[in-house]
């Protein structure tokens, strides 16, 4: 460091704000263990905290490095787990030991200011944590009730709730059994099948909504991204007339109740014959998924430069030639992204398939929807299980391509 160089050394608070924290999140841990017994609440409470507090104490004292801290704390942590509870306990509370021992060290030593000004009061740092952490709160409690579906979709009994034997993360409570209930359609056991893969995909309920939501997910979105690209460029153009009453119309279905929309399809395709068909199913899911694509291709061409495709045209270039080779290039994350959009509103929809779709044209969420109201069975918590995952898949990528486009764009470092 050159003498000109001035680095900021966050003071030291007492070793009883550090502990008292560690003492809070051990109580939580505490809580969480007690696993709904009223009786066990306040002791485990107070387990937690003492645990908790008395391995900061032992970090803060002993270990001056945080990884050391956080491998030396998950390795206590697993051995007291497995011992007291279960070893997959152990294996959880190993992780959160790593945390804790880092967060000791963090807290101790001040760590938790140097992301703050040096003149920053104990007030503002507290509120700067607390808006996190608020931020973070709000974070659990919207995405909890979609991570709940993971575990208990492994659940061996059929029970749509968590039973003794999986809160105490015991192996034999969980099982793949829904999972197989998928492909057996729940009529015969997976394993006593015998050249059943061509039956299968063409007759099992939950192969053949899976094939169906596929089948029409993917035509509607090619339909609708190709509708939608060519909808955004045309309003694009500043010579364009009427220019927002086209807009609002076009992203009418975004918010029309969906009701409403499914209603007047199912009128409109009966008198001429779309009622009940793929063509029907996917003609909907197109002017639903459209909206999406229109206003993705829209942002992405508001920071498109238009002296671009003048230059191409002075070159010699055609309107066809000019898209293709000059503005595609430019907006293809924001086609993409529309054109993800628009397959997760058709993968997941269900309203306009409960009034359009025959039975052979029922989809995961109509085969679902079925089975909730008709055979209650934990097979919908592994296919909705899945649709998260397909979900979390393609918004991932959806935000990959919008980072790449913010940096093609000039708008992000690359």
């Not at 956080?70 to 152990?90: D, E, I, K």
Request: aromatic share 12%; net charge positive; with cysteine.
């Amino acid at each position: 460091m050159s003498s000109g160089e001035f680095r900021y050394i966050p003071p030291q608070p007492p070793i009883g704000f550090t502990l008292g924290i560690l003492a809070g999140f051990g109580a939580l841990i505490g809580l969480m263990t007690a696993q709904g017994s009223l009786s066990l609440f306040l002791p485990y409470l107070l387990v937690g905290a003492v645990i908790f507090a008395a391995a900061g104490m032992v970090v803060v004292k002993a270990v001056p490095k945080p990884l050391m801290a956080g491998l030396a704390t998950g390795a206590a942590f697993l051995v007291l787990g497995s011992l007291l509870v279960s070893f997959p306990y152990g294996v959880l509370l190993m992780f959160v030991g790593y945390i804790i021992g880092r967060m000791a060290l963090w807290l101790h030593t001040g760590s938790y200011r140097l992301n703050q000004p040096p003149y920053a009061t104990a007030r503002e740092v507290l509120w700067f944590y607390t808006f996190r952490t608020i931020c973070g709160a709000i974070f659990v409690f919207l995405i909890t009730p979609i991570i709940i579906l993971i575990p208990l979709s492994f659940n061996q009994e059929p029970y749509f709730s968590f039973t003794p034997g999986m809160l105490a993360l015991d192996p034999d409570a969980f099982s793949l059994r829904w999972y197989k209930d998928i492909l057996a359609n729940g009529m015969v056991a997976p394993e006593a099948i015998a050249g059943w893969w061509s039956d299968m995909w063409n007759n099992a309920q939950w192969i053949r909504s899976i094939r169906n939501s596929f089948f029409i997910g993917i035509w509607a979105t090619l339909l609708s991204t190709a509708l939608g690209t060519l909808a955004a460029i045309g309003l694009s153009r500043s010579e364009m007339p009427w220019r927002r009453p086209i807009m609002a119309l076009l992203i009418s279905p975004m918010i029309v109740p969906l009701v409403i929309t499914a209603s007047g399809l199912f009128y409109f395709f009966s008198g001429v014959g779309l009622a009940k068909t793929y063509a029907g199913l996917i003609l909907a899911h197109a002017a639903l998924g459209t909206p999406f694509v229109i206003i993705t291709v829209t942002a992405t061409l508001s920071g498109f430069d238009q002296s671009l495709t003048r230059a191409a045209s002075n070159m010699g270039a055609g309107p066809v030639t000019t898209f293709f080779r000059v503005q595609m290039p430019l907006i293809l994350p924001g086609v993409i992204s529309g054109g993800l959009f628009a397959f997760i509103t058709s993968f997941d929809e269900v309203v306009v398939v409960l009034q359009l779709a025959d039975v052979k044209q029922r989809t995961i969420p109509r085969q679902m929807f079925s089975g909730i109201r008709e055979q209650i069975s934990p097979t919908i918590l592994a296919v909705a299980t899945i649709l998260v995952i397909i979900s979390i898949g393609l918004l991932t990528v959806v935000e990959l391509l919008r980072r790449r486009s913010e940096r093609m764009r000039g708008l992000s470092p690359s």
